[in-house]
């Protein structure tokens, strides 16, 4: 482990960015520089894993990249292994404070480690990602010198336990603000937590204009996925877990592909559930479409594969607001997917893509092939996401708003 390329952490000489061991991390995390004397507003984005990007992940390395250099940004994780592109992704260092357990020994002794980074660098405001980071995150938080703590909440708490909800009762009363992804998830975390309305503000997900990919790099793609130059390509941007509906998505391709024989199914994602995985190989092999449906893993930039999809598919059966969808929106495919938490907030019904329930995998089926088989309705819808998520979900916006809110929290704490 002490040799591994993906921990990184500010070096102790002169500022300069070297490569740690853990144990040297965890003996020198509060010893990093202090941010400079022309001061700029600290913040310091908590996150339990940076090892499977997912809609969270990739939205907070986002907020790091995009917003003003008035602010100081780190980044500090809890679990030694990192995405082998996260140099790319992120443009501060990842420091890492190594946490299996938050109630034994070690907790207390990273702990420790956290509050004296915090204190050190006189940050500012503490900005936590995920369940470790808002609960045992936010607690070690309000045990330093921290003026703000804000908490970001995805999900419509699908994965949390009685337990859980007893601690984010706790904590959501420490946090100065809550920020959430969707009125739905807003509207849920009021209810569930006990929070005061005024410090729950829906934040929607910001999206940056697409990258576009030359002709000779999409055709290139489909080669290596094997899915013919001419053949149309539905898609789904989803890791490979319980909630994402891929098994649904395996039975609505076999119906389209009665349909449409020249559509191709692509899933990119990192098998996070590996059990699953199997689970659903066997099925594509029982359903016949071993030859056109891919699946192709976790992959850098989505862009390319928007830019050559027919039609985006996401039939999750819990989405707090799905970054896929979005991303489809802007880059003018057209969506199908499941009408869950926050998803029927940036797709109108029948104007911007189509919405469905959870588990009708008919009705998913027939709407993507009417968009397979309607170029006029399929142009029609493209036109529209574009133009809403231009309206709505603009990343220029949702990072300047954000800025205001790190201002507006940090001037009344400092009353």
Not at 74 to 100: E, Y
Request: aromatic share 6%; net charge positive; glycine share 6%.
């Amino acid at each position: 482990m002490s040799d591994s390329p993906d921990i990184q952490t500010h070096g102790l000489h002169r500022g300069i960015p070297t490569k740690l061991s853990l144990v040297e991390t965890q003996n020198d995390v509060c010893r990093f520089p202090q941010p400079h004397s022309l001061r700029r507003t600290h913040v310091l984005f908590l996150v339990d894993q940076l090892a499977e990007l997912g809609g969270g992940e990739r939205a907070l390395m986002q907020i790091v990249r995009e917003i003003s250099p008035r602010f100081h940004c780190s980044v500090i994780t809890f679990r030694p292994f990192l995405h082998p592109n996260i140099k790319a992704l992120l443009p501060v260092p990842v420091v890492v404070i190594p946490l299996t357990r938050t109630y034994n020994f070690g907790a207390i002794k990273s702990a420790f480690m956290l509050r004296r980074y915090i204190d050190y660098n006189s940050v500012d405001i503490v900005h936590t990602f995920f369940e470790t980071a808002d609960i045992w995150g936010g607690i070690v938080t309000r045990l330093s010198r921290a003026k703000v703590l804000i908490s970001s909440r995805r999900d419509m708490a699908l994965l949390r336990t009685k337990k859980h909800d007893l601690a984010y009762r706790f904590v959501g009363r420490m946090s100065d603000c809550v920020l959430t992804v969707s009125d739905a998830v807003r509207e849920l975390v009021i209810r569930k937590d006990g929070l005061d309305a005024r410090r729950v503000i829906t934040l929607y997900t910001g999206v940056g204009l697409p990258h576009s990919s030359d002709k000779n790099t999409l055709l290139h793609l489909r080669c290596q996925m094997g899915v013919p130059p001419d053949a149309p390509i539905v898609l789904s941007v989803a890791n490979i877990l319980p909630w994402k509906g891929h098994s649904d998505f395996l039975q609505a391709a076999a119906l389209v592909h009665s349909i449409c024989p020249s559509a191709h199914f692509v899933v990119a994602g990192a098998s996070s559930d590996g059990a699953l995985a199997a689970e659903l190989l066997c099925k594509r092999s029982s359903l016949g479409l071993d030859k056109c449906f891919h699946y192709i893993g976790s992959i850098a930039s989505t862009w390319p594969l928007y830019q050559i999809a027919s039609v985006s598919c996401l039939l999750s059966t819990t989405e707090g607001m799905p970054n896929a969808v979005l991303e489809a929106m802007s880059s003018g495919c057209p969506v199908v997917a499941t009408n869950v938490g926050g998803t029927g907030e940036a797709v109108v019904d029948g104007l911007t893509g189509f919405l469905v329930s959870p588990g009708n995998v008919g009705d998913a089926a027939a709407r993507i092939s009417q968009l397979l088989t309607s170029s006029h309705l399929a142009c029609s819808m493209s036109a529209a996401s574009i133009r809403q998520v231009a309206e709505h979900f603009d990343l220029r916006q949702m990072i300047a708003r954000l800025e205001d809110i790190y201002d507006s929290t940090l001037r009344r704490k400092s009353l």
